[in-house]
């Protein structure tokens, strides 16, 4: 399968592309009059056409009811200006919002909707389910069913545990990673993010990233005193850490491929030099391929770029949209969980019907030919399709894709880590993403988080999306 990336593992950068993405698309009417309070520095003048007062009111009423507004930082349009827009249904590759407006979407609910939102398939057989109940707080069937089908596909899983979202699966990794091998400190990279346990909120990605925040308040330095962290990339900052630490090392822990600082590639060799040096130190290599996993390829990024770690987590598209998570790895590893072994970790809806059923659901449909080829297309004609259109109108800009997952920086670029991420022009993405969301796309309003395509995008969607970008790039 081809790629396209900002850096590493044979992928080629975007800024060398050369053949020019088909843009021709009809123009759809429009007549939105701007009712939001946006920054004037940040909104292009296609903002001007869109209607949001009902979000306005209802985001206005749930900032009295929930800390910010939201349920989950990254949602509040913090680094974007403005406010978030209030979805009431989504289908396919649209959402609507609670104004009427509708949008092509490239957020995919932070990655699960690979298929699509509210695949009617899968809807049938969670009503079938939810006749049966929602919740047993005991074994089901269903839950031998999801994880014979994740062994089978992912290569490091001989054994798996669901859990309820992807920060509990890495909190449960790491925890076991730590019990087997009887060490404390793990290694991390700037600009990931493992959800918020404490141990990973050290120069951490995603909303926090998003934020501008300082690790976070709250955290005691005992939680992190054992986190070390290195730059995405950086081999030889890897092994001074090992150098400097010789036998005290428990597990190096990462995104293969960064999406929550941007999408980051790993450079040639990066992941493979992780797993070497982690055999020759027994210290274990996790992969969190929560966005990554069955999104990249049906095995996830191992898979993919062909290295086997210890320890995967996974969410998202393995509960087909409904909360979920799991983490797994060899069974000699995972034989410590309880109640197997002494490395206690539990939870009422763990492998609950609900999210077992979409997850299986979810999965046939992508194990099927050619789902694959068909996001490699798909995403990259529209990754290069914008890229094109930003530099044609003068805008510094790098961008790549593999297989359903991408990015782009406003930036000359390549980008390798965090570091390179933040050169990019945050205050130009803002106004982009105010456009494009005035142009009926929906993006994700951080210039710090990757994009997901689906199944059910068009080559319609994407020649729509590439040519309401082409007169957003005009207009900042």
């Given at each position: 399968m081809a790629a396209s990336g900002i850096a590493g593992a044979g992928l080629t950068l975007l800024n060398c592309f050369s053949s020019t993405a088909s843009s021709s698309s009809s123009t759809r009417c429009r007549t939105r009059s701007l009712t939001m309070a946006v920054s004037t520095d940040q909104k292009p003048k296609t903002t001007e056409r869109l209607t949001l007062r009902k979000s306005e009111e209802a985001f206005a009423a749930a900032k009295e009811l929930m800390p910010g507004g939201v349920n989950s930082p990254v949602r509040a349009f913090k680094s974007v200006g403005g406010q978030p827009i209030i979805i009431d249904s989504v289908k396919g590759s649209r959402m609507w919002d609670i104004d009427g407006n509708e949008y092509i979407d490239y957020v995919g609910s932070w990655g699960p909707a690979i298929i699509g939102h509210a695949d009617d398939q899968v809807l049938a057989a969670l009503s079938e389910t939810m006749k049966k109940g929602t919740s047993f707080g005991a074994p089901c069937l269903l839950e031998n069913t999801l994880a014979e089908m994740v062994i089978a596909a992912v290569p490091?899983?001989?054994?798996?545990?669901?859990?309820?979202?992807?920060?509990?699966?890495?909190?449960?990794?790491?925890?076991?990673?730590?019990?087997?091998?009887?060490?404390?400190?793990?290694?991390?990279?700037?600009?990931?993010?493992?959800?918020?346990?404490?141990?990973?909120?050290?120069?951490?990605?995603s909303g926090v990233a998003t934020l501008g925040l300082p690790d976070s308040p709250g955290v005691p330095k005992a939680a992190t005193n054992e986190t070390l962290t290195a730059p995405y990339n950086d081999i030889a900052a890897v092994e001074k850490i090992f150098e400097d630490n010789k036998g005290d090392i428990a597990v190096v822990f990462l995104e293969p491929v960064v999406g929550n600082a941007g999408f980051i590639t790993p450079k040639p060799d990066f992941l493979s030099a992780l797993?070497?040096?982690?055999?020759?130190?027994?210290?274990?290599?996790?992969?969190?391929?929560?966005?990554?996993?069955?999104?990249?390829?049906?095995?996830?990024?191992?898979?993919?770029?062909?290295?086997?770690?210890?320890?995967?987590?996974?969410?998202?598209?393995?509960?087909?949209?409904?909360?979920?998570?799991?983490?797994?790895?060899?069974?000699?590893?995972?034989?410590?969980?309880?109640?197997?072994?002494?490395?206690?970790?539990?939870?009422?809806?763990?492998?609950?019907?609900?999210?077992?059923?979409?997850?299986?659901?979810?999965?046939?449909?992508?194990?099927?030919?050619?789902?694959?080829?068909?996001?490699?297309?798909?995403?990259?004609?529209?990754?290069?399709?914008?890229?094109?259109?930003?530099?044609?109108?003068?805008?510094?800009?790098c961008g790549g894709h593999i297989n359903g997952m991408f990015g782009f920086f406003f930036t000359e670029g390549p980008v390798y880590n965090f570091t390179d991420a933040k050169k990019s022009d945050t205050e130009k993405f803002a106004k982009f993403f105010w456009g494009m969301l005035a142009e009926g796309v929906y993006l994700a309003p951080s210039q710090f988080e990757a994009g997901f395509t689906s199944l059910a995008h068009t080559s319609d969607d994407i020649k729509k999306t590439i040519a309401a970008a082409e007169r957003v790039f005009r207009e900042i």
């Amino acid at each position: 399968m081809a790629a396209s990336g900002i850096a590493g593992a044979g992928l080629t950068l975007l800024n060398c592309f050369s053949s020019t993405a088909s843009s021709s698309s009809s123009t759809r009417c429009r007549t939105r009059s701007l009712t939001m309070a946006v920054s004037t520095d940040q909104k292009p003048k296609t903002t001007e056409r869109l209607t949001l007062r009902k979000s306005e009111e209802a985001f206005a009423a749930a900032k009295e009811l929930m800390p910010g507004g939201v349920n989950s930082p990254v949602r509040a349009f913090k680094s974007v200006g403005g406010q978030p827009i209030i979805i009431d249904s989504v289908k396919g590759s649209r959402m609507w919002d609670i104004d009427g407006n509708e949008y092509i979407d490239y957020v995919g609910s932070w990655g699960p909707a690979i298929i699509g939102h509210a695949d009617d398939q899968v809807l049938a057989a969670l009503s079938e389910t939810m006749k049966k109940g929602t919740s047993f707080g005991a074994p089901c069937l269903l839950e031998n069913t999801l994880a014979e089908m994740v062994i089978a596909a992912v290569p490091s899983i001989e054994m798996v545990r669901f859990v309820n979202s992807g920060t509990e699966a890495c909190m449960g990794a790491l925890r076991l990673a730590r019990a087997f091998t009887g060490k404390e400190k793990i290694i991390k990279f700037e600009g990931c993010y493992h959800g918020h346990a404490d141990p990973f909120l050290v120069k951490a990605g995603s909303g926090v990233a998003t934020l501008g925040l300082p690790d976070s308040p709250g955290v005691p330095k005992a939680a992190t005193n054992e986190t070390l962290t290195a730059p995405y990339n950086d081999i030889a900052a890897v092994e001074k850490i090992f150098e400097d630490n010789k036998g005290d090392i428990a597990v190096v822990f990462l995104e293969p491929v960064v999406g929550n600082a941007g999408f980051i590639t790993p450079k040639p060799d990066f992941l493979s030099a992780l797993r070497k040096i982690t055999k020759e130190n027994n210290a274990l290599l996790v992969f969190d391929e929560v966005m990554t996993g069955f999104r990249l390829s049906y095995g996830g990024a191992q898979e993919y770029f062909g290295i086997t770690p210890d320890i995967t987590t996974l969410g998202k598209i393995i509960g087909g949209g409904l909360p979920v998570g799991a983490y797994g790895g060899r069974r000699d590893i995972m034989e410590t969980v309880a109640p197997a072994g002494p490395m206690y970790q539990a939870g009422t809806l763990s492998g609950n019907p609900l999210a077992m059923t979409a997850g299986i659901q979810t999965l046939k449909r992508i194990k099927e030919a050619g789902t694959y080829e068909y996001l490699d297309n798909i995403t990259g004609e529209l990754v290069q399709g914008i890229v094109e259109a930003g530099k044609k109108a003068g805008h510094a800009m790098c961008g790549g894709h593999i297989n359903g997952m991408f990015g782009f920086f406003f930036t000359e670029g390549p980008v390798y880590n965090f570091t390179d991420a933040k050169k990019s022009d945050t205050e130009k993405f803002a106004k982009f993403f105010w456009g494009m969301l005035a142009e009926g796309v929906y993006l994700a309003p951080s210039q710090f988080e990757a994009g997901f395509t689906s199944l059910a995008h068009t080559s319609d969607d994407i020649k729509k999306t590439i040519a309401a970008a082409e007169r957003v790039f005009r207009e900042i």
